[in-house]
């Protein structure tokens, strides 16, 4: 049991370091991500799937990079402490595991290329109106017609999908059995008739996440991954990959930098608040919490390592994670006092658009506003608990 | 010991009720809000006609004498409706402030525009490094023959957008924490030398940072004296407090129970969400949460008139309670409201947004849990 | 609305603070509940029994003290702000009520005085080893035999049982229907043969709690109180009555101002504890959540004096009430520091016992792990949380 | 990077594994704490066969080579078994001191009795007025000629009524609180002006109050200098945090072990509660602590033997997961247990009162928060 990094190990992180430093789009240094287009999204995506580094977590046949665990340790770590915008998550870490675990070899050869260049966009078609924590409750059918399925339904929390190509999609084929058992895995092109995209506007004033109607949409059969009416297996193949993920230990502690710099800029009574004890406790609180939560996903990563898969422990780093999130916004936000109140959205700020109070304080309300989301997505905190109590504690 | 409401207080509330139901439902609140102007004045002069802006003051002064048990009775009313005009600031703290303080030429001069709704009042006491502490307070007012010139910004200034007067906070004398030295000094919006940088907030109000350049004012301007500017702001806040106690109490009382409503009609599972053991629970800790949110916004709200320490300690105490209960119900109703929660499109992230503003309104948790344990 | 107190009161609260300080026995002020004796437990009651103020909360024709809410609410603060040992609850709190509420004439005759004069200890025989929360579980049965009732069954947590003279006991007589339809409301004489009391040890080293074990007891039909089949009504009746006592606000404030005092004397670094930031905090934090129960308490009593009975809303008051008292004990161990660590319960201590530490130290520790209990007694705080979720939310 | 154990630790667990499950099974455990003595000195006898009392020392001393990892390994088992021979103060504190700062005479005069199981030593530092500052020491250490004499008072030493010989912290030179010139001693039991007054503890361990009365030491008795004698307390101090968070492990998972158990079988309302969505949510909260407790233990005896600065961060962080974490999982292992929780016949209360001791032991929650801010 050892926490030093090898030589190997630092002349790695050296080289990634570099890499960032000298790669990275000069324009989207600190971007806000509700400012980004599409291009900017992308930008450093391309960067990456240039040098072949997009894909880490896949296996090198299919473009992965062959690194260690502790080398994707590193490569997280020098990414968010440098404050780059992420691959974008639809292709790399959802679907792309999806098609070169259940995908046939013409889905392969057509989906993966896409996915690694950022030539096509991904977006996820899982969540419903009446589907959502059930989310094997969910409702859009597909019938089969021909070499078609005909699609007909109503999908929601649909992230990002005002820019997307493709979407993959969960469909009821089958009204038999339990409910999980008639669901199907579906790719389907954006730009079929029958599709419309409608914005939602979030309390944070952003539009991230669309509806999604679908009206006698027509897919090629050929889109159908994996076995009609086994898509479930897919679905929860799919989850369990997000949840790792979700953890977020790198960007939080970049955010606890920020939240630090905060505080030692404003004042209380003429004296820092970092130097306030109330509040130099709270950041202590989150560190000490931060720091317990990346030797626990350190310690997922090594079982995983050794052939493990993810298992439903990994909903800690889900739970956790997103507390640890949401603590750190408020804190920030609670940090800049009065100046937490003016309300500038990104949809509406024009060119001659101001900042009101320290340039610090810009956005941190719409940031915690958005950031309660985190507890909600991606199953809720409450749902992973029913995981860990019934697959973890055997309740 | 009376905890009850009088005959009076009774049919004053259900007015508010029914005026707020009537005239003030979600899509209509939104639209004021989203409209140019933010506020709607027509509502503004309903309230007069209403009586509403006369509640709190005296009879020689044209009121119905009332208070503060009667204001804590409109805000809740108010709250439940998330009414954005400025009934806090034109009404409560400067209404309060020259009710209590001006003098009788004074109270003559602005009283009726604010009774008969012709007027809007904002309070510009904060300023950029100011934070919690009414007293650090760096705008200058420096004695210029019988008058005064004052110089400086004022920060976040709720209402400003649509005010017509201020009173705003100024320092005569001393340093800049200085407990004595600052005044207290009615400024028209229009004097020369007065501009507003204005913005929405994220509670659905409206801001300004205001700035002071050589705005000359008469000695008559200055409410009592330099020495006593500090603890009539300071009471001001106080009943600012109490006031926003028990806006907060209506929005926790709706999120409350558009909460429960949604979990006994919304399925996941092919069963109420309502029925899973950890929602019911977490539905009764909100409940607990308001119903000591409603002990100590009675609390404070009947012991604003004892004298100041036993006051300062009963605001205090409550707002470090709305502060936490109000955190925790918001977050909680967005919680169980799962993404709908998050859109716009309800009033659960409304009710939600404006909680968040009332825990820095007027000093947050910490700044509140200071000041009870040195009081 | 109006908080003041009136001048009557203020008469009342002067006098009865005079009564208590020229009446309440010398040797037992400042004695820790774990010391006291049958006799130590009866003095004070014994004393108000004379005075005719045992039982205020009684309809005056039974022995009331006929007191506005107001001045009941001021005597307990004067009470526990003296620090007295209040009357045994089982038999003034809980069975008074009971008797005067669903008893006979000759029950009403032989009981009631004997619980005023103390001459009659009860002790409340409901919990069973497999009838914790789900009190209508329970096993007890008593069979009609002539004029008698023969009892069988085992009873457990019976608090004071080994002092008591008699018990007032749910027992099933009923098979049939709903488990809460088949079960009685007995009066047991303990010295009945049959009846055996085990001590029950707890964590903190007190012996407060009993098994008690019925075997073929024998006791006279004219015991029942109430019909036969209904004790679930007087059961759940009690209930609500020993919940609205158990806020415990008074007690509470006398308690904090005890570690108030405690942490003045504690030096950090030389300066009292009570100047530390994060001390005075939680102190401030436990007297602001301590001053909402107190006014959620007086609303409650208010709207009771209006003839409302307390409803389900008064498991607020048990919750908080019993969270407040914790987090005191808590706090007040933690003021101590490393002596809160010496072990020395009541039961070991010999003649030549000598305190290791500060004074103010002793027991701190066990009066912590003590009441750990009042969140599970009484319906648990979960079961509390059900009740609210029910009756009051319609969940 | 490598979170694995060695094959020498797996084997190191199972073989304390095994001794605890068939030697110090609860009944085992609860008559050796009601004896007179309080220990078992054959329990410690096989100890020193077992080879425990040796792992953590140099091959030179004698020792099996082991580090921080093979202690953890050691103390998270016999915190399964709630064992009250004093490891951690003969061992890890003492011997550890021994072995990383005393002198070669020194170890050759000490250690053969430790690792041999002669010698049971206890670590007296903290005094009746210090709470949790090593640093505040009163007892005086007075040249005299080569050696020293002591005066003062040790508070709540533990296993003291146990110990052979201890090491005392006195203060050479300087004021109440300086950091500088404070020495440690090491000092017979049986030295004439050493007395105790001795004492169980809430968790079933023995301490004492000891009193040094002009206690005669020899110049060599000092351990290091007058310089270091507080950097070398506080670094063993940091050494027994990482000792008793891996204690703290056993308890957790024995106490989560426990409930979910008993959540299963017991029935009430013809179901078994762990059937209960409110008690699954509060055991997976219990579990979660647990397994951010393992993490910072881990982190923290990792770094046991980096710089003083990390050494301190790391100690100070994860005694306050540990102190967090040990109460929440002690306090809801007894409130799901009901009244059984309650009860000395249950393990589960003797688990939580030692879990309690542990939060004050080396400092609490807001000792170590404090600390780490610092740091």
Chains 1, 3 share one sequence.
């Not at chain 1, 049991?1 to 240094?29: C, G, W």
């Not at chain 1, 597909?142 to 820019?163: C, E, M, P, S």
């Not at chain 1, 109330?278 to 030797?295: G, P, W």
């Not at chain 2, 968040?356 to 200071?370: A, C, E, R, S």
Request: proline share 4%; glycine share 10%.
């Amino acid at each position: 049991m050892d926490v030093e990094f090898t030589s190997e190990d630092q002349a790695f992180r050296a080289e990634a370091r570099k890499f960032i430093e000298d790669n990275y789009p000069k324009h989207l240094i600190g971007a806000d991500r509700g400012d980004l287009s599409k291009e900017d999204f992308l930008a450093w995506h391309k960067i990456l799937a240039e040098k072949g580094w997009v894909a880490p977590s896949w296996p090198e046949e299919f473009g992965g990079t062959g690194w260690t665990v502790t080398q994707k340790y590193i490569w997280n770590e020098e990414s968010a402490a440098f404050g780059t915008i992420p691959p974008l998550p639809f292709g790399i870490a959802m679907l792309g595991p999806v098609i070169y675990t259940f995908g046939n070899q013409a889905q392969k050869d057509w989906v993966l290329p896409g996915i690694k260049s950022g030539e096509t966009w991904w977006c996820q078609g899982y969540s419903e109106p009446g589907a959502g924590s059930d989310l094997a409750g969910l409702k859009t059918r597909a019938v089969r017609d021909g070499d078609d399925y005909i699609v007909n339904g109503h999908k929601i929390w649909t992230t990002l999908a005002q820019h997307a190509d493709w979407m993959f999609c969960l469909v009821r084929t089958g009204a038999e059995g339990k409910p999980q058992a008639g669901i199907s895995f579906l790719l389907i092109d954006m730009k079929t008739p029958g599709i419309t995209v409608r914005p939602i506007i979030t309390i944070d004033g952003g539009h991230e996440v669309n509806e999604v109607f679908l009206e006698d949409v027509r897919v090629p059969a050929e889109h159908l991954v994996g076995e009609e009416n086994k898509g479930w297996t897919i679905a929860k193949f799919l989850l369990g990959n997000e949840r790792s993920g979700i953890a977020g230990v790198a960007r939080s502690k970049k955010a606890i930098d920020r939240l630090r710099e905060i505080a030692r800029g404003e004042l209380e009574d003429g004296a820092p608040l970092l130097e306030s004890s109330d509040f130099a406790r709270r950041i202590s609180e989150l560190e000490i919490d931060l720091t317990a939560l990346e030797y626990t996903e350190l310690r997922t990563l090594a079982s995983e390592s050794k052939g493990q898969g993810p298992g439903p422990e990994s909903s800690i780093l889900k739970i956790k994670g997103t507390e640890i999130q949401q603590r750190i916004t408020e804190l920030t936000m609670e940090a800049v006092g009065n100046y937490a109140s003016p309300w500038v959205p990104q949809l509406d700020r024009g060119d001659n658009y101001r900042a009101i109070g320290p340039d610090h304080a810009e956005g941190v309300s719409q940031t915690y506003f958005n950031t309660r989301k985190t507890s909600i997505y991606g199953g809720s905190n409450e749902i992973q608990r029913n995981i860990i109590a019934k697959m973890v504690l055997g309740l | 010991m009376d905890f009850s409401f009088t005959e009076e207080q009774t049919l004053l509330r259900n007015m508010v009720q029914s005026f707020v139901q009537d005239n003030y439902d979600f899509d209509s609140r939104m639209k004021i809000v989203r409209s140019e102007e933010g506020m709607s004045r027509e509502i503004w002069g309903q309230f007069a006609e209403l009586g509403l802006l006369a509640a709190p003051f005296s009879e020689e002064m044209g009121g119905l004498d009332g208070g503060p048990i009667d204001i804590m009775v409109i805000m809740e009313e108010l709250g439940r409706g998330l009414v954005v005009e400025p009934y806090l600031p034109t009404v409560v703290l400067c209404g309060g402030i020259l009710s209590r303080h001006a003098s009788a030429a004074q109270q003559e001069a602005n009283l009726p525009g604010i009774l008969g709704g012709e007027h809007i009042w904002a309070l510009a006491y904060s300023e950029p490094q100011s934070r919690f502490n009414a007293g650090d307070v760096l705008t200058s007012a420096k004695a210029d023959g019988e008058g005064f010139v004052l110089n400086g910004t004022k920060a976040v200034v709720a209402a400003a957008p649509w005010a017509d007067k201020f009173i705003v906070s100024a320092r005569i004398s001393g340093e800049q924490r200085d407990r004595n030295g600052i005044g207290l000094f009615i400024v028209d919006k229009s004097a020369s030398g007065v501009s507003t940088q204005d913005y929405p907030t994220v509670d659905g109000n409206r801001a300004s940072e205001v700035t002071f350049e050589n705005v000359a004012v008469s000695g008559d301007a200055l409410i009592g004296d330099a020495t006593t500017g500090l603890s009539i702001l300071e009471e001001a806040l106080d009943h600012g407090i109490g006031a926003i106690c028990a806006e907060s109490l209506g929005h926790m009382k709706s999120l409350n129970d558009a909460t429960v409503e949604y979990c006994k009609t919304r399925k996941q599972f092919g069963v109420p969400i309502g029925s899973f053991q950890v929602l019911q629970h977490r539905m009764v800790d909100m409940f607990m949460e308001y119903e000591q949110s409603v002990s100590m916004t009675y609390m404070v709200n009947m012991k604003l008139s004892e004298g100041e320490e036993e006051r300062r300690k009963a605001a205090s105490g409550a707002k470090v309670q709305i502060g936490k209960s109000g955190r925790f119900v918001g977050q909680e109703a967005v919680q169980l409201h799962g993404g709908m929660g998050m859109t716009e499109e309800l009033s659960v992230g409304h009710y939600f947004k404006r909680l968040t503003v009332i825990d820095t309104q007027f000093g947050n948790v910490d700044h509140h849990l200071k000041r009870f344990a040195s009081a």
